[in-house]
């Protein structure tokens, strides 16, 4: 025992050197990830042990990850978007600088139906929306009809019609049953030909023997389309919500608009505009094809595919990076006096300046079948330079959480209060055969993940709490970050990602990390959170003892071999 722990230090002291090492050889243009693996490296060498039964090894694994690109230039303090400390994530990702002013956040999903259909009638050049699936509902049939009520008047209008609508949803997803996404979006094609896209991706790892073999429904386990992303002229709708009648009305979860955004709306565009372009083409007569030259993602060479699906999303990523730090330069930094876009805006009318940002939006994607895998890094970078006595608030509609995720939670000083759903308000539950196993599978990774706090002695740090509303389901997902000391969140990240194994390795993914210093909209976030864990109950031991948390022998077998499927 003794001999033990003469060892601990030496481990640690080794640990830190080579970690040290490992910075040393990064390329200078990987300042982020060297600055991020030297902080790590500090911590090991001053023996921080923060698990009795892991070592402390596991805190670092997780930033074992690819390098993904990063700016060489450090952050600019000077600026006035320097006063928030998240600056490093424009490193990785374009920063857009806007007022809060601009950004509101929605509550429930009448208020999104309602929204998207205001905006799309509102909408004078352009309609993108990114999506799993449209449902086939009178609801879904509505916003259609506003869709070709909006494109009517376009064409109408004098001159060449401007508006121009892009719409990518998952092929297999909305390719399911007779009545699907594709027979909702023909009648458009056929009647506006020139102004209407709808692009179907398909995973590249869905092929073969193995694409051949699947049945429908069980072959969307492999991979998705399932960012979800909403836009209109120079507004911009993020959401974890699907295109369906459930996400109008009883299915909860979490909606930000930004009003007058320019830049982010661009960059949403392009963005899916790239994916579009890998995607399969939706024709007038329901078939698909690819574009002209492109690669095919089942039938073609996976490798070239997926090199020419990460060049073209890379592109967007660091073209509007360049555009965002052009446009910083111009506006804080230009050389000739009373030329910067502020000197310029100061002597503008009071009621034509622009507002000062005090809210920034970062977008993080995440597309390992392309080997992206930005906003995975940035999770566990926030996760892991989480202070003591920080709060974060954790919500995801499918408690499943990466293996790295559950060290960083358990391993690092922060409190955290998970939100995930009861077994009664799972979008699982009710269904038939197999899927109807899937809320005891959710329970049984509970159950494992609130044993294993319980072992570590850390209820009091790290708290579960199931949402339960009657009559609806919880689909909700995003973190929020509450710096210690503060009863008001500072960041928030909103999107498609549940913070499980397939939105990590299998789908694409986007949301946006909104860090902001405006006390009105971090009243607005605080609000937010506070609303949905209203409707929940804190888990304890008594919760699993409960008839309705029984999970059946053969459920506790298989969850092992398939949770990385759901």
Request: with cysteine.
């Amino acid at each position: 025992m003794a001999a033990r722990k003469r060892k601990a230090p030496a481990m640690a002291a080794g640990g830190a050197a080579l970690w040290r090492r490992l910075s040393a050889w990064l390329p200078r243009g990987r300042l982020g990830l060297a600055a991020l693996l030297g902080r790590l490296s500090d911590r090991l060498s001053r023996g921080r042990d923060r698990r009795a039964r892991r070592s402390s090894w596991l805190l670092l694994a997780p930033l074992l990850s690819p390098p993904v690109p990063v700016v060489t230039a450090p952050p600019c303090s000077l600026c006035p978007e320097g006063a928030h400390r998240f600056q490093w994530i424009r490193n990785l990702v374009p920063e857009f600088g806007i007022s809060s002013s601009h950004v509101k956040v929605l509550s429930s999903p009448a208020e999104f139906y309602e929204l998207l259909k205001v905006q799309i009638k509102a909408a004078k050049q352009r309609v993108v929306m990114a999506s799993l699936y449209l449902g086939t509902g009178i609801l879904e049939q509505e916003l259609v009809y506003c869709l070709e009520e909006t494109l009517e008047k376009s064409l109408q209008a004098k001159g060449s019609p401007d508006l121009r609508v892009s719409i990518l949803l998952d092929y297999t997803r909305g390719s399911r049953g007779r009545k699907n996404s594709r027979t909702m979006l023909v009648p458009l094609l056929q009647r506006f030909p020139e102004q209407v896209r709808v692009s179907l991706f398909h995973t590249p790892n869905l092929r073969g023997l193995l694409r051949l073999l699947i049945p429908e429904r069980f072959n969307e386990t492999i991979g998705l389309q399932h960012i979800k992303v909403y836009l209109f002229d120079d507004n911009v709708i993020l959401s974890g919500a699907n295109l369906s009648d459930l996400y109008f009305t009883n299915r909860q979860d979490r909606y930000v608009l930004l009003r007058d955004s320019p830049e982010i709306a661009d960059f949403f565009t392009e963005l899916v505009d790239a994916i579009g372009d890998v995607s399969l083409q939706l024709q007038q007569d329901d078939t698909v094809q690819m574009m002209e030259g492109m690669v095919h993602p089942y039938q073609g060479d996976k490798v070239a595919y997926c090199e020419i699906a990460n060049r073209r999303v890379m592109e967007v990523i660091n073209s509007a990076r360049t555009r965002q730090e052009h446009l910083h330069a111009k506006t804080f930094h230009s050389s000739q006096p009373g030329s910067s876009l502020l000197s310029q805006q100061g002597s503008q009318a009071p009621g034509s300046q622009k507002p000062e940002p005090d809210t920034w939006i970062y977008p993080l994607i995440q597309m390992k079948p392309f080997g992206i895998q930005i906003d995975e890094m940035v999770t566990e970078t926030l996760l892991t330079e989480a202070e003591r006595d920080a709060r974060i608030y954790l919500t995801t509609g499918y408690f499943n959480l990466t293996q790295a995720y559950m060290d960083l939670i358990l391993g690092t000083r922060a409190e955290y209060r998970i939100l995930l759903a009861s077994p009664e308000v799972n979008g699982f539950f009710g269904a038939k055969g197999v899927a109807g196993a899937i809320p005891a599978a959710y329970v049984y990774i509970e159950h494992q993940f609130y044993s294993e706090v319980c072992c570590l002695q850390q209820q009091e740090r790290v708290q579960l709490q199931e949402y339960s509303r009657a009559g609806w389901t919880f689909h909700a997902k995003g973190l929020w970050l509450y710096l210690a000391g503060s009863d008001l969140p500072c960041l928030t990240l909103i999107g498609s990602p549940n913070f499980g194994y397939r939105s990590v390795h299998r789908d694409l993914e986007a949301q946006v990390a909104i860090v902001t210093e405006n006390k009105a909209l971090q009243q607005q976030l605080h609000q937010e959170q506070e609303q949905l864990y209203l409707c929940s109950g804190v888990v304890s031991t008594s919760t699993f003892e409960q008839p309705s948390r029984y999970v059946k022998l053969w459920v506790k077998l298989v969850t092992p071999l398939i949770k990385n499927f759901f």
